[in-house]
């Protein structure tokens, strides 16, 4: 009898092992969830320019950490072109990137706030833009970034902190064929509306109106939205002609190094407005989902 308890005992051990093993096998064969991926991904990035400002103030080295940051606001746009709970939870608008902000109001309230170190501030008296991924860009492409390395470091950080509070708190919400259609649309509307802005003189292109303008970024932001918007409409297995013939002009888009021109600029918004009509009017219902709203101002 004692033989057979240290059998059943090693068996039932044995046993545990091998569910173990099957269930992270399980859980590796699935899918990552796109809003956790892009959300985790826009995290990562945010660590990443962190941990080169801080390398940088402390060797005293050039800041080249513009790239980053650029990597990081296109993170930022997929994240909230996703149009998930956890980020209108947290209420992030101009927390991230400062923008719309047509009269650069960031400009002032950041070189109000360096005249001072961080510490001489009461943190919840500083603007949202101070805080911002923003304020970032503004003072690393200032001519003497090394002077301000007390508000990269503390901004960076911050920054590092909201991202991780986003991913934890977006890990108890869904993200099934609802919410995959809200982002879709909500994606469009998000790339619409920063054209919009580019394209407010109709005479002209204006990048000076799109978000983060100081590290040329308005361009790879809007390519960042037309590779989510893609993904997203891969992600519900469905291809009508529509979805077909988009993918096609949004790859075009990806392909291009520099900025369409103005005529094909206002093609391609036009194409983006009717792409997110065609979500909310044909898409949507036919996977019994219903947005509630017409909104092609992104606002």
């Known amino acids: 009898m004692q033989h057979s308890k240290k059998l059943t005992g090693k068996y039932i ?24 991926k892009v959300m985790t991904e826009y995290a990562s990035s945010v660590e990443a320019l962190r941990d080169s400002l801080e390398h940088s103030c402390r060797t005293k080295g050039d800041f080249e950490e513009v790239k980053l940051w650029q990597e990081s606001a296109q993170k930022w746009f997929m994240v909230k072109g996703l149009g998930l709970p956890a980020v209108e939870f947290m209420q992030l608008d101009h927390k991230v990137i400062f923008w719309p902000d047509s009269k650069d109001r960031l400009k002032n309230q950041v070189e109000t706030a360096v005249q001072k170190t961080p510490d001489q501030h009461a943190p919840e008296t500083l603007p949202a833009s101070v805080l911002s991924l923003s304020a970032i860009e503004y003072l690393i492409t200032q001519t003497h970034s090394d002077e301000y390395c007390d508000w990269l470091t503390l901004i960076a950080r911050q920054q590092v902190l909201t991202a991780d509070k986003i991913v934890s708190l977006q890990q108890y919400y869904e993200f099934a064929t609802f919410e995959k259609v809200t982002a879709l649309h909500a994606s469009i509307l998000l790339s619409h509306s920063q054209l919009k802005e580019v394209l407010s003189n109709p005479n002209k292109a204006n990048w000076f109106l799109a978000p983060a303008w100081r590290s040329e970024s308005g361009w790879l932001i809007t390519q960042a939205l037309a ?16 979805l077909v013939d988009a993918r096609k002009l949004l790859q075009a888009v990806l392909e291009r190094s520099e900025p369409l021109e103005l005529e094909s600029l206002v093609e391609y918004d036009a194409k983006l407005v009717a792409l997110a009509s065609y979500v909310e009017q044909v898409l949507a219902p036919s996977l019994d989902v219903y947005l509630g709203f017409n909104n092609f101002d992104g606002d």
């Open 13 to 36: 051990i044995k046993t545990i092992g091998v569910m173990m093993l099957l269930a992270m096998a399980v859980s590796e064969a699935q899918p990552k969830r796109y809003d956790l």
């Open 227 to 242: 590779s989510q918007v893609i993904e997203l409409s891969l992600t519900l297995e469905t291809n009508s002609k529509e």
